[in-house]
């Protein structure tokens, strides 16, 4: 079967109502205090991670979450739809035809949370600190490109990238470039605990028991100048440690909205249910799941070893049987929706087949079964993630080809754990820092891939990347990451297993819900209000 391109209309941040469900008891979500935001995400003061929320440090979808709500950056994601809009700056463009100077006018009169100034000096100061920093796990490679950051006077700030990069200015629409007051952040290390000062929509107070966040408190931001209108005065974020507990506190009215996360079962029952009090919306997504690989481990260095388990792998079943079709089949990092999409593994492999994939090992004198384990984070990315492995490890024993193991662990040990090489095979999440192919790719590859990943691809990182970046109209880079999304399925590095759908299941009573999340998947609060 050839699944060659399935398109899916870009997604402009609009979650569409799919039902009208059962409602509850008084609360929240009747009240007309804080919008109350229900999720299953963890924060928590780690070794490895002593302050979860500083810019330097943060880069999954849940502390991103936080960010882009009290941090500014020059650039923002609009309320729907791709292409950023200014923010921290009133205009901001290439300065050349090479897609090589970035220059940005700050808006005058900018203030940090706390009365300082902020100015050009604080947008240098932020950029600086987070490449001197280099946080191991942060996201410190979506500024690997610049070369200097010049301040020419308060208000303007000069990018001088190593080369050109059409898609930079996605990348400081990021919490990657967030700003930090310099009189605030140390210029050298990392914060401790949870304390946030910037200068974004709301001011962040939290509430910790045993070095864990427990309560989110986000209160309007009476300096915050910029381009996002807040509809509400606060939000409040609450943490529950299933997602069961969390969908009992929505029903009762004690939160209003959910985002993250939802089980497929809880999505099915929500999606079925009649009567009024909650709405499930739902919209295409872009989070994507794969298997990452150690190719230095003995077990999986060996690439016939990976195309059997591309082979054997069935995407259907696993949609089907492990999400109730809550997500779709994945046959390449780069999704569905995103300019340039195509499937290559399907287009390699085809279906599922044990025969091809035991032709694969033989020829690579591979003796069978290869013993591996499959480990997976079991507290970040839902309560799913157990069920989705316990189904691919049925199908790989039941090839006979494989004798594989599966094993949880928490998520403060599994990131830096798999970072430095633990794991042989392990379970990830994406979801895209901007939505661009770029982002589904070079992330990946090369020397400071996000993964820590020994893989390496000359081709992609030195030569399909850097040619797509030049090209400001991003239809026209489409053919690279097609090239570089076919070497990936010849080499398995990686491993794409399904893509996500968006969610939001809120009261309803709860007004803009269907503004919730923008293109990267993030949430927007201060689209949240109360009304019909």
Wanted: glycine content about 8%; proline content about 6%.
């Amino acid at each position: 079967m050839n699944r060659k391109t399935l398109a899916l209309p870009a997604l402009a941040a609009l979650l569409a109502p799919v039902l009208v469900a059962c409602g509850g008891s008084d609360g929240a979500g009747k009240g007309s205090g804080a919008i109350v935001i229900g999720t299953t995400d963890r924060f928590e003061e780690t070794t490895d991670a002593p302050a979860p929320f500083d810019p330097a440090v943060a880069y999954d979808i849940g502390a991103w979450n936080v960010l882009h709500s009290t941090f500014q950056t020059l650039l923002r994601l609009p309320r729907s739809g791709t292409s950023p809009v200014a923010d921290a700056a009133s205009k901001c463009a290439f300065g050349d035809r090479k897609n090589e100077q970035f220059r940005c006018t700050l808006r005058s009169g900018l203030k940090f949370s706390n009365g300082h100034a902020l100015t050009a000096e604080d947008v240098k100061f932020s950029i600086d600190r987070a490449r001197k920093i280099n946080f191991e796990n942060g996201p410190v490679s979506l500024l690997s490109n610049i070369d200097s950051v010049e301040t020419p006077n308060d208000l303007e700030v000069v990018f001088h990238l190593k080369s050109p990069d059409a898609t930079f200015p996605q990348k400081i629409a990021t919490p990657a470039a967030a700003i930090l007051d310099s009189e605030t952040y140390a210029k050298d290390k990392i914060g401790n605990g949870f304390q946030v000062t910037g200068s974004g929509p709301y001011t962040l107070q939290t509430q910790e028991k045993d070095g864990r966040v427990v309560k989110a408190v986000f209160s309007k931001n009476k300096n915050y100048q910029g381009s996002v209108e807040v509809r509400n005065d606060k939000v409040e974020m609450r943490f529950f440690d299933d997602a069961k507990s969390m969908e009992g506190a929505l029903k009762a009215g004690d939160i209003d909205i959910i985002n993250r996360t939802l089980t497929p079962e809880q999505l099915g029952r929500m999606r079925g249910a009649t009567g009024s009090g909650v709405r499930l919306l739902e919209a295409p997504g872009q989070e994507i799941s794969f298997l990452a690989f150690n190719t230095d481990d003995p077990t999986v260095k060996n690439k016939a070893v990976r195309q059997a388990m591309a082979q054997v792998i069935d995407r259907q079943a696993l949609a089907r049987d492990s999400y109730e079709r809550t997500s779709d089949p994945l046959y390449s990092l780069v999704p569905s929706g995103i300019t340039g999409h195509q499937n290559s593994f399907s287009n390699k492999y085809g279906e599922p087949s044990a025969d091809k994939a035991r032709t694969l090992l033989k020829g690579a004198n591979i003796t069978t079964p290869v013993s591996l384990t499959l480990t997976y984070t079991d507290d970040h990315y839902g309560e799913a993630t157990a069920k989705a492995f316990k189904t691919l490890q049925k199908q790989l024993n039941a090839s006979g080809l494989f004798n594989a193991k599966i094993q949880g662990v928490k998520w403060s040990d599994f990131r830096p754990e798999a970072a430095k090489g633990k794991y042989a095979v392990y379970g990830m999440g994406w979801y895209p820092d901007f939505p661009d192919p770029d982002n589904f790719v070079a992330p990946f590859f090369g020397k400071d891939n996000f993964l820590r990943s020994p893989y390496q691809n000359a081709r992609i990182s030195t030569q399909l990347i850097p040619d797509s970046r030049e090209a400001a109209q991003r239809e026209a880079a489409a053919k690279y990451f097609q090239q570089a999304q076919d070497i990936v399925a010849e080499e398995v590095p990686v491993l794409p297993l399904w893509q996500g759908k968006q969610y939001v299941a809120a009261r309803d009573n709860v007004t803009g819900a269907e503004w919730a999340l923008n293109s990267a998947s993030e949430i927007q609060p201060w689209e949240l209000g109360r009304g019909v």
